[in-house]
């Protein structure tokens, strides 16, 4: 792909480099985005309907088999090129801020160091009324299982629709976009608030935005440089234009 040469430049020059991924990058790890799955659970079920407290009020049993389901599939997934082109990215980039709206933990399996999980992390566990994280609990086979201290339900550790993101990290995140000089943003459809946020407040603040998705999305037209395709083999191309053969 040919790259701007003032893209280039401002990926070279910046001195903060912000990073906003979405379940796009994960979709060569073979993991199914939210809003075009087709197949299996995402196809029956309305992910939007799951991923939220009503849903687990309604229908615990399902909700819990929902992510056990989806957390077979990424222990079995194996972070790719896209993942891997931005640990590059930060060994290159003097300060650097990777914020992922993804549960899967893929970045930090791909070796990212400063990552900032804004909607939690599906291998994670925890109790649904004390919110403490939970590591074992007693195989009675009841679904989903007990809190081992309270009995009440056990829950993923991730954020559902209407509830709070963690504090830290999106204090975190959004320092990021207020301070960066460029802002990705990369397989997010770019409207789940707060994230959606993010790469527009990069953009009031004057930083140059670049995204990398096949489809446009709400950021498109404002953005300055959009790379239309997949993460994957866009930004191993991109990393190394901008720093050369290796990442
Ligand atoms: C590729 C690709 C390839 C494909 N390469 N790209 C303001 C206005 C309106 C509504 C709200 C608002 N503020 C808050 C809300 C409500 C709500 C919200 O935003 N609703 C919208 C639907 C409108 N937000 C919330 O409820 C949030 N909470 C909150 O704001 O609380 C306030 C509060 C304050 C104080 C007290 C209490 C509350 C919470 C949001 C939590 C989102 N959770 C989920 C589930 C996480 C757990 C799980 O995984 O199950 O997070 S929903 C789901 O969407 C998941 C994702 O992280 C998130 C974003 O999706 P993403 O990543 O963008 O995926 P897709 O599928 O949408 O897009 C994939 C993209 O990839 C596409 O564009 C493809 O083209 C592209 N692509 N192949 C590159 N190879």
Redesign the pocket.
């Known amino acids: 792909m040919d790259f701007s040469p003032a893209m280039i430049t401002a990926l070279r020059q910046a001195s903060h480099i912000a990073v906003l991924?979405?379940?796009?990058?994960s979709?060569?790890s073979q993991i199914p985005?939210?809003?075009?799955?087709h197949t299996g659970l995402y196809a029956k079920y309305n992910?939007?309907e799951?991923?939220s407290p009503e849903g687990f009020r309604k229908d615990p049993k399902l909700v819990w088999e929902w992510?056990a389901w989806?957390r077979s599939m990424v222990t079995k997934a194996e972070p790719n090129p896209?993942h891997k082109a931005l640990v590059d990215m930060e060994k290159h980039a003097k300060n650097f801020t990777l914020i992922t709206?993804?549960?899967d933990g893929l970045h930090i399996r791909a070796g990212s160091k400063n990552v900032l999980e804004?909607?939690?992390n599906?291998m994670k566990t925890r109790c649904s009324q004390e919110n403490t994280l939970v590591t074992e609990w007693e195989d009675d086979k009841t679904i989903p299982p007990k809190c081992p201290t309270c009995g009440a339900f056990l829950r993923?550790d991730?954020?559902?629709?209407?509830?709070?993101?963690p504090t830290i990290p999106l204090q975190k995140a959004t320092l990021a976009a207020t301070s960066c000089q460029v802002f990705l943003s990369?397989?997010?459809?770019?409207?789940?608030?707060?994230?959606?946020s993010l790469p527009f407040l990069a953009l009031h603040q004057g930083a140059d935005v670049i995204e990398?998705?096949?489809?446009p999305?709400p950021l498109s037209k404002q953005v300055a440089f959009t790379l239309r395709?997949?993460?994957?083999i866009?930004l191993p191309e991109l990393v190394q234009a901008a720093w050369g053969l290796g990442g």
């Open positions: 991924t979405g379940a796009g990058i979709a060569e985005t939210f809003r075009e799955s992910p939007q799951l991923a992510y989806r896209g709206q993804n549960v804004l909607h939690g599906l993923p991730v954020v559902w629709f209407g509830e709070k993101l990369i397989g997010t459809s770019t409207i789940v608030e707060p994230a959606a990398v998705n096949p489809e999305t395709g997949a993460a994957g866009i």
